[in-house]
């Protein structure tokens, strides 16, 4: 029977419990890789993913409750050639160093964007809180939102 719901704006199906986790379904069963285990306790957002543009921790969600339902990982954003602005904005900030939290850090601060185009440094800052990077890179994250803001208001894609 399987379980249908739509990754990165494909349709998919995959054989797996109910009750696997939608981070081993997404790594292990449709090898997206982006999105990471960090601690499997909703603690430190590596995991973070989109479920119908909201922000959720694959770690401990259920694939089964995302069926029929959009879920969007770091993949589904843009391409090596052609980064969405957020990754851009990253990159230009230089925003990661080690870059493990950087997949779940930019889905949140998407999902951010999409519901506030312009927002201030604390809400940046809130939407961001369930994150752990230990890089201390957290300035540069803060200014690389603040820009990819600027970009997507200016006419890049959301």
């Known amino acids: 029977m399987g379980i249908a719901f739509t990754v990165n704006g494909e349709a998919k199906r995959v054989e797996a419990p109910e009750t696997a986790t939608l981070l081993d379904v997404l790594r292990n069963h449709l090898g997206l890789m982006g999105t990471r285990y960090g601690c499997g306790l909703e603690q430190c957002g590596s ?4 479920v ?5 921790y ?7 409750t995302v069926a029929d339902r959009k879920v ?10 052609k980064p969405h602005p957020l990754q851009q904005a990253f990159l230009d900030e230089q925003a990661g160093q080690c870059g493990y939290c950087l ?3 930019v889905m949140s601060a998407k999902a951010l964007l999409d519901r506030n185009p ?13 994150h752990l990077c230990r890089c201390a890179s957290h ?4 200014r690389a939102v ?3 803001a600027e970009a997507l208001r200016a006419g890049g894609r959301s």
């Open 72 to 81: 969007t990982t770091i993949e589904g954003l843009g391409t090596p050639a």
């Open 139 to 142: 300035n540069r994250i803060v």
């Open 52 to 56: 119908d543009d909201q922000p959720a």
């Open 47 to 50: 995991c973070m993913v989109l």
């Open 118 to 130: 312009r927002p201030n440094t604390q809400q940046i800052k809130q939407a961001l809180n369930g």
């Open 146 to 148: 603040q820009r990819a």
């Open 58 to 64: 694959a770690c401990t969600r259920e694939v089964g």
């Open 103 to 105: 997949s779940g850090i």
